[in-house]
């Protein structure tokens, strides 16, 4: 089975600066997706950033971009210039390639300090 | 972009009623689609997996005969919880996958359902 591992619970940081969420995952699998979703307050699940198993370049998008380290199974976010509307909970997420289930993290809760 | 509607947002019932949820995927075609529990302050609990034209597969612990699931086109998956209780209260989360091997999951807004 997949499991995904968020360390930190709550976080927070101050407009502007840049703050990284952890998460940790445990596969056997070689090939497979990462995820990081954003959940704000509406509880609409948005896609942030995605990560292909097999690239070894690091998922970028804008502000965020992710640290991905296969061989210790690690797949952080990076939040720079963190924003108001960036306050919202953050779900680490891995899928497998087969049977397309996603399994996700239990969330770390970020709150944007103005 | 990809666009996932669920209906109702939220419901209110009786206890012992049967609750529907519906999920479409309005732009695009959705082979599986995934039924999600989530408590608050909590992550999203995977309850089942549809296939578009099969019998979905329920996670551990989940009731099939409680939380029937259909998936009967390419656009549309029901979440029927039957006889519903208190302890079903929650919010649930339905989200479907394009037919790409990478797609992501898009999601519906959730449904609250509070038993009574």
């Known amino acids: 089975a997949q499991t995904v591992t968020q360390s930190q619970p709550e976080m927070s940081v101050q407009e502007a600066e840049t703050v990284t969420l952890s998460c940790t995952y445990d596969t056997s699998e070689n090939n497979y997706y990462l995820f990081w979703y954003k959940q704000p307050p509406s509880r609409q699940m948005i896609l942030v950033i995605r990560q292909e198993a097999y690239k070894q370049q690091n998922a970028t998008e804008n502000r965020f971009s992710v640290n991905f380290q296969k061989a210790a199974k690690s797949f952080s976010l990076k939040i720079s210039d963190s924003q108001l509307g960036d306050t919202a909970m953050y779900f680490c997420a891995f899928m497998k390639l087969t049977g397309n289930q996603f399994y996700f993290g239990t969330g770390t809760s970020l709150t944007v300090i103005p | 972009g990809a666009v996932v509607s669920q209906h109702p947002s939220w419901v209110i019932c009786k206890s012992g009623t049967s609750v529907k949820i519906e999920c479409r995927s309005l732009?695009?075609?959705?082979?599986?689609m995934f039924w999600y529990r989530q408590f608050p302050k909590q992550s999203l609990m995977l309850m089942a997996t549809?296939?578009?034209?099969?019998?979905?597969?329920?996670e551990q612990g989940v009731e099939k005969d409680k939380f029937l699931i259909n998936h009967a086109s390419l656009t549309l998956s029901t979440l029927t919880v039957t006889s519903a209780h208190p302890e079903d209260s929650s919010f649930y989360i339905c989200?479907?996958?394009?037919?790409?091997?990478?797609?992501?999951?898009?999601f519906g807004n959730g449904t609250r359902l509070t038993v009574t």
């Open positions: 549809s296939n578009e034209g099969s019998k979905a597969t329920y």
């Open positions: 732009d695009f075609q959705a082979t599986t």
């Open positions: 989200s479907a996958k394009g037919t790409s091997t990478n797609s992501p999951l898009h």
